[in-house]
């Protein structure tokens, strides 16, 4: 067995699961791309029979992403098999990834099937799976809590059925790293032909352990990792993709593995799912998040200067973390400007350029210090987040000690400009209303949250904010050096995605029979 683990990302289907992470068909192709370029050896592209536009997305990545495998979910039954191979079977490397529970609790209350009757839906459905391609995947859900023997021959169905690939998800997040290092071994010792396919594990982080256990599992032999951006996925998310990478990579004198990742495009791609799911990264994430090099304490400082690997156990450059020196200014030209945005990989076309030096120019204007991390706000405020249905033409806003909080916007409905004026609690307030009144809708605010993009008097506010209406939930991001701007832009990026939601509902979901 080699030394080589394959990542499997599935940000864009068990990440995208996480209430409000939903992204629409172009972002979801703008993270894929951005996932082939990190060097992921599989994409997870969605669940195609989940809705259209899980299907439009699926198909579309399939079509564009050339240097990995793209793989779509499927419950065990022919049609969801038909389904997800009709969305992927363009791409380069499809793979079908079927799945069914094996857990007792499982087949008893959710799937009320017999072991034997499970047995036999593996068999065919992994059989029908193996008639489109020989890349078949197959996952027995909720492994760690299902009865070993069971799981062995549920495996083996699978195995014998044409299954190339066996995945053993932790799918409540419940297993411990010794645990699972012993259902490993039993899989391993207690299935015919585990050697012919490549095992995989998919941890869920319900007791903060899917790091762990993916590590755990890599050492008893597993070579396929299920992982996400950000750890993203449904509850308390799966393991984190840039965990797992760069555990073997710093400490490679004891996981002596190696994967496909080019880990300077780590923090590009975090920033980018950060970006278009509006879920912010906690500050004290390890790897990507804010605090994560930052060294406040003063005697961390002074070893960090003396000597760096004092406290600090990998570099900022090496997951591609930028340096927040000053980078540009006033007096900066075009060609400063162009070669900025492809230090971050940003590949504009020329018109997408040209807008981006107006409001490069208009931030100068307003900023004496332009930061990196300014240009990547810049960056996704224009062209990354989806903002297609409600824009914002113009707002004004009052408030003060003896007047009432009054706004005045004018929004861009689909073409159309309708102007409003309202008044409300707080200017946020007036701004949220006056955006409700124009778009005729009233989702609830669930959350409001203000950050600082950079240090400093002049920093740009970076608003997030979760709306909810009926079921849907959506999250919004804006920035700006003013907050009030930055407020408007977020709400009305959470109503686009909102939109989006409403346009695109889930028919089924993928744990539900
Ligand atoms: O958590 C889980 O069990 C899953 C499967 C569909 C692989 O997401
Ligand atoms: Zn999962």
């Given at each position: 067995m080699?030394?080589?683990?394959?990542?499997?990302?599935?940000?864009?289907?068990?990440?995208?699961?996480?209430?409000?992470?939903?992204?629409?068909?172009?972002?979801?192709?703008?993270?894929?791309?951005?996932l082939?370029?990190?060097?992921?050896?599989?994409?997870?592209?969605?669940?195609?029979?989940?809705?259209?536009?899980?299907?439009?997305?699926?198909?579309?990545?399939?079509?564009?992403?050339?240097?990995?495998?793209v793989?779509?979910?499927?419950?065990?039954?022919?049609?969801?098999?038909?389904?997800?191979?009709?969305?992927?079977?363009?791409?380069?490397?499809p793979?079908?990834?079927t799945?069914?529970?094996?857990?007792?609790?499982?087949l008893?209350?959710?799937?009320?099937?017999?072991?034997?009757?499970?047995?036999?839906?593996?068999?065919?459905?992994?059989?029908?799976?193996?008639?489109?391609t020989?890349?078949?995947?197959?996952?027995?859900?909720?492994?760690?809590?299902?009865?070993?023997?069971?799981?062995c021959?549920?495996?083996?169905?699978?195995?014998?059925?044409?299954?190339?690939?066996?995945?053993?998800?932790?799918?409540?997040?419940?297993?411990?790293?010794?645990?699972?290092?012993?259902?490993?071994?039993?899989?391993?010792?207690?299935?015919?032909?585990?050697?012919?396919?490549?095992?995989?594990?998919?941890?869920?982080?319900?007791?903060?352990?899917?790091?762990?256990?993916?590590?755990?599992?890599?050492?008893?032999?597993?070579?396929?990792?299920?992982?996400?951006?950000?750890?993203?996925?449904?509850?308390?998310?799966?393991?984190s993709?840039?965990?797992?990478?760069?555990?073997?990579?710093v400490?490679n004198?004891?996981?002596?593995?190696?994967?496909?990742?080019?880990?300077?495009n780590?923090?590009?791609?975090?920033?980018?799912?950060?970006?278009?799911?509006?879920?912010?990264?906690?500050?004290?994430?390890?790897i990507?998040?804010?605090?994560?090099?930052?060294?406040?304490?003063?005697?961390?400082?002074?070893?960090?200067?003396?000597?760096?690997?004092?406290?600090?156990?990998?570099?900022?450059?090496?997951?591609?973390?930028?340096?927040?020196?000053?980078v540009?200014?006033?007096?900066?030209?075009r060609?400063?400007?162009?070669?900025?945005?492809?230090?971050?990989?940003?590949?504009?076309?020329?018109?997408?350029?040209?807008?981006?030096?107006?409001?490069?120019?208009?931030?100068?204007?307003?900023?004496?210090?332009?930061?990196?991390?300014?240009?990547?706000?810049?960056?996704?405020?224009?062209?990354?987040?989806?903002?297609?249905?409600?824009?914002?033409?113009?707002?004004?806003?009052?408030?003060?000690?003896?007047?009432?909080?009054?706004?005045?916007?004018?929004?861009?409905?689909?073409?159309?400009?309708?102007?409003v004026?309202?008044?409300?609690?707080?200017?946020?307030?007036?701004?949220?209303?006056?955006?409700?009144?124009?778009?005729?809708?009233?989702?609830?605010?669930?959350?409001?949250?203000?950050a600082?993009?950079?240090?400093?008097?002049d920093?740009?506010?970076?608003?997030?904010?979760?709306?909810?209406?009926?079921?849907?939930?959506?999250?919004?991001?804006?920035?700006?050096?003013?907050?009030?701007?930055?407020?408007?832009?977020?709400?009305?990026?959470?109503?686009?995605?909102?939109?989006?939601?409403?346009?695109?509902?889930?028919?089924?979901?993928?744990?539900?029979i």
């Amino acid at each position: 067995m080699g030394n080589f683990v394959k990542i499997f990302d599935t940000t864009l289907r068990d990440g995208e699961q996480a209430p409000g992470c939903s992204m629409n068909e172009e972002e979801k192709v703008k993270v894929a791309l951005q996932l082939e370029k990190l060097g992921v050896d599989v994409i997870e592209a969605g669940f195609p029979i989940a809705s259209e536009g899980d299907f439009n997305s699926v198909k579309l990545i399939a079509e564009q992403i050339k240097d990995c495998e793209v793989a779509g979910l499927s419950r065990a039954n022919i049609k969801d098999i038909d389904r997800a191979w009709e969305a992927i079977k363009n791409a380069k490397n499809p793979r079908i990834h079927t799945f069914i529970a094996t857990s007792d609790i499982h087949l008893k209350y959710k799937l009320k099937k017999t072991k034997d009757e499970v047995l036999e839906i593996i068999g065919q459905s992994v059989r029908h799976a193996s008639k489109y391609t020989s890349n078949v995947e197959f996952s027995c859900e909720d492994a760690t809590r299902s009865d070993l023997d069971f799981l062995c021959s549920a495996i083996s169905v699978a195995i014998q059925s044409g299954a190339t690939t066996i995945n053993i998800p932790d799918t409540v997040g419940y297993t411990v790293p010794s645990e699972f290092s012993k259902i490993i071994k039993y899989i391993k010792n207690g299935t015919e032909e585990i050697d012919k396919i490549i095992l995989s594990v998919h941890c869920h982080n319900d007791l903060g352990l899917a790091v762990a256990n993916s590590l755990t599992a890599i050492h008893e032999g597993v070579r396929q990792i299920e992982c996400t951006i950000n750890g993203l996925g449904e509850r308390a998310g799966n393991a984190s993709l840039e965990e797992i990478v760069m555990a073997l990579k710093v400490r490679n004198d004891l996981n002596p593995y190696i994967t496909g990742i080019n880990t300077k495009n780590i923090y590009p791609c975090s920033k980018l799912v950060s970006t278009v799911t509006g879920v912010n990264v906690q500050p004290n994430k390890a790897i990507v998040g804010a605090n994560a090099f930052a060294h406040e304490a003063g005697i961390h400082q002074d070893g960090v200067l003396k000597q760096r690997n004092t406290y600090e156990i990998m570099e900022a450059s090496e997951v591609g973390i930028p340096s927040n020196h000053i980078v540009l200014g006033k007096h900066s030209g075009r060609h400063a400007f162009k070669d900025r945005l492809n230090d971050f990989g940003y590949k504009l076309s020329e018109d997408k350029f040209e807008i981006a030096f107006v409001k490069f120019k208009e931030l100068c204007d307003k900023k004496k210090y332009v930061f990196d991390e300014d240009i990547e706000a810049l960056i996704n405020e224009e062209f990354v987040r989806s903002g297609d249905f409600y824009k914002l033409n113009s707002l004004a806003c009052s408030s003060g000690t003896d007047e009432k909080p009054t706004a005045k916007l004018s929004l861009n409905i689909d073409g159309q400009i309708i102007v409003v004026e309202e008044s409300g609690d707080g200017p946020i307030d007036s701004v949220f209303q006056s955006i409700c009144k124009a778009a005729g809708i009233t989702p609830k605010l669930d959350s409001y949250n203000v950050a600082s993009v950079t240090g400093g008097m002049d920093a740009q506010a970076e608003v997030s904010v979760i709306i909810k209406e009926d079921n849907h939930t959506a999250r919004g991001k804006g920035s700006s050096t003013d907050v009030i701007v930055a407020s408007a832009k977020a709400f009305i990026n959470a109503l686009n995605n909102l939109r989006w939601r409403k346009l695109h509902p889930k028919i089924v979901s993928p744990k539900g029979i």
